[in-house]
């Protein structure tokens, strides 16, 4: 069973900077893709970040381009979401995500961290 846990949330004045990190435990860890989505109230889930374990294969929403930046560890079976001039729309509850083959879903699920930008 593979384990997520997500950590560096918290509030940030606009304009601020967070590094999320998402961390795997549990049995060998290689998924296929990683992803970051995040939730605001009220709003539907979306996909904001993703790229391959292998490297490589980067999406980016478009709402996110050119200020988030996803990466990974893969020594430390963790992958970071650098997030960089943060707007207020950025506030959500931010959620790491792996699927484990192509065409597949994300099958695995952190708990979220809270990231909330004020004005």
């Known amino acids: 069973q593979v384990q997520l846990v997500e950590s560096g949330g918290g509030l940030v004045q606009a304009g601020g900077s967070l590094r999320l990190s998402c961390a795997a435990s549990?049995?060998?860890?290689?998924?296929?893709?990683m992803g970051w989505f995040r939730q605001a109230p009220g709003k539907e889930r979306e996909l904001v970040a993703a790229?391959?374990?292998?490297?490589?294969?980067?999406y980016y929403a478009d709402s996110v381009r050119g200020r988030f930046t996803i990466s990974r560890d893969r020594a430390k079976n963790t992958v970071y979401l650098q997030m960089n001039s943060l707007k207020p729309e950025d506030t959500a509850v931010y959620s790491c995500?792996?699927?484990?083959?192509?065409?597949?879903?994300?099958?695995?699920w952190g708990q979220g961290t809270q990231v909330s930008v004020s004005s």
């Open positions: 790229m391959t374990w292998s490297g490589g294969s980067e």
């Open positions: 995500a792996a699927k484990d083959r192509v065409g597949g879903a994300y099958a695995y």
């Open positions: 549990g049995r060998t860890f290689s998924p296929y893709r």
